[in-house]
């Protein structure tokens, strides 16, 4: 069940030294390119790592939150061309949470690491850094990345009493039901 999918993901920062098999990325890869985009424009491009000097030269791309991607055997760089689409940032975030998704499927961790509006160091944003990195054409904009691969950590799912319910309104904000 979907529900139950939902209810066993996290996020997953510490990974074993396990390739990840040639079919599950086949697997992520047909997920995402069945990612719903607004009127079907699909402005995203994903550029899939698994060479390890390219993965640790990514988790360089910003000061903070993305040096457990060296480590990872798998990374995903979502990216969208805003030209296609206005919805860009929509789009690639909806292919990005359908990666986490499959990849909780197929037995994986994943970790998403946000690059659009940070900083790579004074003179250079991350998105900009890791899109030199990786050979983007001009115009491609890098949402993110996500970093996956066989967990080395065991996380359980969110207890249900921590959803936060107080969010959430019927009819109008502030009604409860």
Known sequence: MFIDLLRKRRSIRRYQEQPVEQEKIDRLIEAVLRSPSSRGFNPWEFV?????????????????????????????AVCADPRISDVWVEDAAIAAILIHLAAT???????????????HDAHQSAGTYAADLLGLPSGLEVACVIAIGYPAEEKSGHDRASLQREKVHYQHYGQRR
């Open 48 to 76: 899939v790592v698994t060479d390890h000097r390219i993965l640790e030269r990514l988790s360089r791309a910003k000061p903070h939150g993305a040096a457990f991607l060296k480590n990872a055997p798998l990374g995903i």
């Open 105 to 119: 499927d197929l037995g994986l961790g994943s970790c998403w690491i946000q690059l659009r509006l940070r900083g």
